[in-house]
């Protein structure tokens, strides 16, 4: 069973469609939950880390936000450059010491 | 302040040979984490070194090890290669190690198994 699991898999909008992606987990002990964007032929790249569940933070047109048990990417008037692969990562309490443990990734396409 | 590099960018190996990839830390940072992402899959946790010493694994066997040196730059050694050994393998270096440290990835290395 996937401890982190993202949905969708692939989400297609037009450009100024907001919209949100959904990152459920079922690790106990959560420590905090990341928001990772993946360009293609590069490494992820840091968003956000969420530590608590009621926790939102924002950066331009990305707000996420934290619940005991998923976490929500929220999108508002996306450009074509806000597309990527998004990923979602938590670390817990007996996870392999301070790795992560990602999901599939949302892959996001944003129509001009 | 320069990123976190690696290299080669691609390799290509057969089944049953060794293979070793390197990464080199974005300044000031002390501890390097490698991931192996498959296609279509999210990164998975390989282990993370911290001041040279192992400091945490994830689910992969001894043939996949690792090195620090004191510059803080990392090898990833992978012996004996299988097939399902295909994938980009991402470093990620970070100030410290520890809870909710920022992970900076470098692009990775791609590495196909024939």
Not at chain 1, 21 to 36: K, P
Not at chain 2, 2 to 28: A, D, M, N, W
């Amino acid at each position: 069973e996937d401890q982190v699991t993202q949905s969708p898999e692939a989400l297609r909008l037009q450009e100024g469609e907001s919209s949100s992606l959904n990152c459920s987990y079922t690790v106990s002990g959560l420590r905090g939950l990341f928001w990772y964007r993946q360009d293609p032929g590069k490494g992820p790249e840091f968003l956000f880390t969420l530590y608590s569940a009621g926790e939102e933070k924002e950066k331009e047109r990305l707000k996420a936000t934290l619940t005991k048990k998923e976490s929500f990417l929220h999108i508002t008037a996306p450009k074509p450059e806000d597309s990527a692969t998004y990923l979602c990562a938590v670390q817990y309490s007996g996870g392999g010491a301070d790795g992560l443990t990602f999901g599939k990734g949302t892959h996001l396409i944003i129509q001009p | 302040e320069t990123g976190v590099t690696q290299s080669p960018t691609h390799l290509i190996k057969t089944r049953g040979q060794q293979v070793t990839l390197r990464c080199s830390s974005q300044s000031g940072h002390n501890t390097v984490s490698w991931y192996q992402q498959a296609l279509g899959q999210g990164p998975q946790f390989i282990f993370q070194y911290y001041r040279e010493e192992e400091n945490g694994r994830g689910n992969f066997p001894p043939r996949f090890s690792g090195l620090q040196f004191p510059n803080y730059s990392s090898e990833l050694n992978v012996n004996a290669l299988e097939l399902d050994d295909s994938a980009l393998y991402l470093c990620a270096s970070s100030v410290n190690r520890g809870l909710n440290e920022k992970l900076f990835f470098g692009s990775g290395t791609q590495l196909s198994v024939l």
